[in-house]
C-alpha cells in the first residue's frame, strides 16, 4: 500500500544577512496510514520548518521551499501555490497541525469555540448549527468539563494544557488523514503532559488518523511512535521502528542523545555523556560528515566526505561511514 | 551522613507566604495566594536537595524565601544557625555573599549591556573581595577557567556566547564571592537536550570541588532523582512527601508522587510498553482558592470524604520518609 505522505528529497532555504540557510537540505521521509511516527532532534535542526512545508506554511520571504516533493493521497502538494485553494482545502482539512505554543496560535480575540467553528464551516458542509453542536462534542472528547457553557469562553479563560486540549479539538475537527504534532507538550508540565498525548493518542486513534509527533524529548517517542526519525542539522540521519532505534542506535548522533540524558529506571550514579560542540553553521555546510565535529567516533573515521543515508536493515537507515552498533556502546542499565 | 544539629546548613521551619489579594480602587485586600503554606525542612551541608513540583507549586517562591527575596508571611528560615527571616536589609548584602542564585533562563538573566567579564565579577567589586585591578582580573578569569569558559572570552558580551555557555557564566556568577549554599532554579530546563548533560556535570564537579550545597527547584525529574539527595514534593504549597531519593523513586507512597512519577517517559519502548501510566485528571485547582482538606484530593483516585476535611500533616511514615497522606 502506498504511504500516506511521502516527503522526497525535500529542501528549505532562508534568505538571512549572513548568506542563505539551509534549514531544511535534502529530507525524505514516509508517514503509512493510522501510524504514529517521532522526528526528534534539537532545536535548529530542521524538524519544525520540514513539517511547516508540508502544508506550505512557510514564511515567504525569507523562506522558501527549493525543491522535492510532498505527496500527499497520490498528488505533489508542492506544485500548487500556498494560497491555493487545493492546498486550503488539505491545509486544516485533512492535514493539521498542532503547535507547541498553544497561546501563541490560538487567537485572543476570538472565542474558542469561534475558532473551531471556523474550522470546521471551512472544511465540512455544515449549518452554523451543527457545527457549534460538533465543536461541544469535540471538546468534550478532549476533555474539556462543561463544555457547552466553556465553548464561549476566550482562550486568556484556558489553561495551560485546556489550550492545548482545544488545539487537539480543532486539529481533530475535519477528520484529518494525517496529524502533525509540533513540540505538542513542550511548555506543559509533565502531568499535563501524559494527559494530552494520552487523549491525543485517543483521538487519532478513534479518528483512523496518522500523526507526527516532532519533539526533543526522546520519552515521549519512545513512549508513543511506532516509528521514529532523527534529524540533525536538517538532515535525518537515522530512522526506523522505535523499537529497534531506542534497542540498537546506529549512528553515533542518536548515541549520543541517549546517553546525554539521565533515565528514571537506571542504576543511579552513571556519568552523563554530554555532546560537546555546537551543531554546525547552516549557512556554511562542511563537505564532510555535519556530526564528525562532535562525534565520538570521529576518530576512527576516515571517510572525509558527506555521508549518504543509507539502508543497513529491515526498516533501518543511517547515515555514516563506520557501522557502528550501539546496542554494545553500554548505554543501557540492563 | 549523620545527622547532627552543626551539619545542618539551612533549616526551614513552617514557612508561609502569602501574597496579598487586591481589589478596587483602594486597593481592599480581598484573598491571599497562599504560595507556600507551612513548610519545613532541613538541608545538610554538602546535601543536594531536590524541590519538585508543578509550575504554580511554590517551589521557586520557597527559593527566593530563602534569599530573602521575598519576606515570608510567617515562619522561620534558619541559615547557619542564624535566622534571617527578618534580617534587615542592609544584612542581607551580606547574606547574599552566602547564598546565591542561578536562574533558569540563560537569555533572560544576563544583562546584554554587560560584558560576560564584568557580569561575573560585578559582585566581587560590590562585596570588596579584590584589593585591586590586577586581582579583580584574576579573579574573574579564574572563576571563568573553574566553570569551563576560555579566560580570554571576559571581554565578550552576552550575545556572543551560545545557550550552555551563558549557562556557564550565570554559574560563574553565582561562585564569584565564593558562597556555601546555591539555589538552582530550573538551572536546565532552557537548554538544549544536548548541552543539559555539561551544566549537570558541571554542577556535580562544583559541588564535589567546592562542597557546596544545592536547593535543586526543578521540575524534571530523571534529573532531579539523578544528583539529589534528598527530594521534598511539593503540590499546591504544601510538601506532600519528603525522603531521600532512593525511597522516594522506588517506593513512592503519596499518590501525587506516584502519579509524577508516572508521567515521565523512560526512552525505552519496551520498559514503557510494559509501565503501568496514572493519568491524573484536570488541572491543578488555583492557589487563590484552594479546595479543602489535602490539596490533591480532588484528583487523587485514592480519595475518601475525610481526605477533604482537614490538611494532612506530615508525618514520618518509615524512618526519614515523611508523608501528607491519611490513606498512607
Known amino acids: 500500500m502506498a504511504p500516506l505522505l511521502q516527503v522526497k528529497n525535500l529542501k528549505v532555504t532562508f534568505d538571512t544577512m549572513a548568506g542563505v540557510v539551509k534549514a531544511v537540505d535534502g529530507v525524505s521521509y514516509h508517514i503509512n496510514e493510522e501510524e504514529v511516527v517521532g522526528l526528534v532532534g534539537e532545536s535548529g535542526c530542521g524538524k519544525s520548518v520540514s513539517q511547516m512545508a508540508v502544508t506550505q506554511l512557510i514564511a515567504t520571504p525569507p523562506g522558501q521551499i527549493v525543491g522535492g516533493e510532498v505527496i500527499f493521497e497520490g498528488q505533489d502538494l508542492l506544485k500548487y501555490g500556498a494560497d491555493s485553494g487545493q492546498i486550503r482545502a488539505i491545509r486544516g482539512g485533512k492535514i493539521a497541525m498542532i503547535f507547541q505554543e498553544p497561546m501563541t496560535s490560538l487567537n485572543p480575540v476570538f472565542s474558542i469555540g469561534e475558532q473551531i467553528i471556523e474550522t470546521i464551516s471551512l472544511h465540512l458542509q455544515l449549518t452554523r448549527q451543527d457545527a457549534r453542536q460538533r465543536a461541544i462534542e469535540l471538546l468534550e472528547q478532549v476533555g474539556i468539563p462543561d463544555a457547552k457553557a466553556r465553548i464561549d469562553n476566550y482562550p486568556h479563560q484556558f489553561s495551560g494544557g485546556m489550550r492545548q486540549r482545544a488545539m487537539i479539538a480543532m486539529a481533530l475537527s475535519c477528520h484529518p488523514k494525517l496529524v502533525i504534532a509540533d513540540e505538542p507538550t513542550t511548555a506543559l508540565d509533565v502531568t499535563t503532559q501524559a494527559q494530552i498525548l494520552e487523549n491525543m493518542m485517543d483521538m487519532v486513534d478513534v479518528f483512523h488518523s496518522s500523526l507526527v509527533i516532532v519533539t526533543h524529548n526522546l520519552g515521549i517517542v519512545a513512549r508513543h511512535a511506532q516509528r521514529i526519525y532523527v534529524m540533525y542539522a536538517g538532515r535525518i540521519v537515522e530512522a526506523g521502528p522505535s523499537e529497534n532505534v531506542f534497542k540498537n542506535p546506529l549512528h553515533p548522533y542518536t548515541i549520543a542523545l541517549l546517553k546525554s540524558v539521565p533515565r528514571l529506571d537506571e542504576p543511579r550514579g552513571r556519568q552523563l555523556v554530554p555532546i560537546f560542540g555546537l551543531p554546525p553553521n547552516l549557512i556554511d555546510m562542511p563537505p564532510i560528515c555535519a556530526f564528525k565535529v562532535r562525534c565520538s567516533w570521529a576518530g576512527e573515521c576516515k571517510n572525509e566526505t558527506d555521508p549518504e543515508l543509507r539502508q543497513v536493515g529491515d526498516n533501518r537507515f543511517v547515515r555514516c561511514h563506520l557501522d557502528i552498533k550501539g546496542e554494545s556502546s553500554g548505554i543501557f542499565p540492563r | ?328
Request: proline content about 7%.
Open chain 2, 1 to 328: 551522613m549523620e545527622y547532627s544539629p552543626d551539619n545542618t546548613l539551612l533549616e526551614i521551619k513552617n514557612l508561609k507566604m502569602y501574597f496579598p489579594v487586591t481589589q478596587g480602587l483602594f486597593r481592599r485586600k480581598v484573598g491571599d495566594v497562599k504560595a507556600v503554606d507551612d513548610v519545613s525542612f532541613n538541608i545538610k551541608r554538602g546535601d543536594t536537595v531536590g524541590l519538585v513540583g508543578e509550575s504554580g507549586c511554590g517551589k521557586t517562591t520557597v527559593g527566593r524565601c530563602i534569599l530573602r527575596i521575598y519576606r515570608p508571611t510567617a515562619g522561620k528560615v534558619i541559615f547557619q544557625g542564624q535566622d534571617i527571616t527578618n534580617l534587615p536589609l542592609n544584612k542581607v548584602k551580606y547574606l547574599r555573599r552566602e547564598i546565591q542564585l542561578i536562574f533558569q533562563d540563560p537569555y533572560g538573566s544576563l544583562d546584554p549591556r554587560q560584558s560576560a567579564g564584568s557580569i561575573v565579577g560585578e559582585a566581587i567589586k560590590i562585596h570588596h573581595l579584590s584589593s585591586n585591578k590586577t586581582e579583580y582580573d584574576e579573579k574573574v578569569k579564574e572563576l571563568f577557567a573553574l566553570v569551563g569558559l576560555d579566560p580570554e572570552m571576559t571581554n565578550r558580551f552576552p550575545h556572543e556566547f551560545s545557550g550552555g555557555q551563558r549557562q556557564r557564566i550565570g554559574i560563574a556568577r553565582a561562585l564569584s564571592c565564593s558562597p556555601s549554599f546555591i539555589v538552582c532554579d530550573e538551572p536546565i530546563s532552557a537548554l538544549d537536550v544536548s548541552i543539559q548533560a555539561q551544566i549537570i556535570n558541571l554542577l556535580q564537579d562544583l559541588q564535589k570541588k567546592l562542597g557546596l550545597t544545592y536547593l535543586l527547584i526543578a521540575h524534571d525529574l530523571s534529573l532531579v532523582r539523578h544528583i539529589s539527595d534528598t527530594v521534598a514534593v511539593m503540590y499546591l504549597g504544601h510538601i506532600v512527601e519528603l525522603t531521600d531519593w532512593k525511597e522516594l523513586y522506588e517506593n513512592p507512597l503519596m499518590p501525587y508522587t506516584q502519579a509524577l512519577l508516572s508521567a515521565v517517559p523512560i526512552p525505552d519502548p519496551s520498559v514503557e510498553k510494559k509501565r503501568e501510566r496514572i493519568i491524573l485528571q484536570g488541572d491543578v485547582p488555583s492557589p487563590l482558592n484552594p479546595p479543602s482538606g489535602c490539596p490533591f484530593h480532588p484528583r487523587c483516585w485514592m480519595a475518601i470524604p475525610d481526605c477533604s476535611q482537614e490538611v494532612p500533616q506530615l508525618r514520618e511514615i518509615s524512618p526519614n520518609h515523611m508523608v501528607a497522606c491519611i490513606r498512607v
